[in-house]
């Protein structure tokens, strides 16, 4: 399944459907690069928990996540997200993924 996620993972179109899956109240609210970072820190934060190794759905709790993206956006001053904000970036692409590989859960 690894090898499959990775080959049909395609950043670029990942990016796409999530700007295009937003609410029309957050769809100004988020650019291309906001959303390249929301998830190469969910990557970080997965990396950083041990995520991929375990392969333990339940290993990652998705409030810490948040709040995990929400911290290190403010430190990096690439933007103030609300954890709403965050939880549909990462709702879009837990759909863009489903649309690939079924439902993932």
Avoid: C, H
């Avoid at 080959?7 to 459907?17: G, K, L």
């Avoid at 820190?41 to 409030?63: G, K, L, M, P, V």
Wanted: aromatic share 16%; net charge negative; glycine share 4%.
């Amino acid at each position: 399944m690894e090898e499959d996620f990775f080959d049909q993972y395609d950043d670029s179109e990942v990016v796409a459907f999530i700007l295009n899956y937003l609410p029309m109240e957050l769809k100004g609210k988020f650019t291309e690069d906001d959303i390249y970072y929301i998830l190469d820190t969910s990557e970080d934060y997965y990396a950083q928990n041990n995520f991929f190794e375990t392969e333990d759905e339940d290993a990652i709790e998705e409030r810490k996540l948040i709040e995990y993206i929400i911290r290190e956006a403010e430190k990096d001053k690439v933007g103030k997200f609300t954890e709403e904000d965050i939880l549909f970036v990462l709702r879009g692409e837990e759909t863009y993924l489903d649309s690939i590989f079924g439902d993932i859960k």
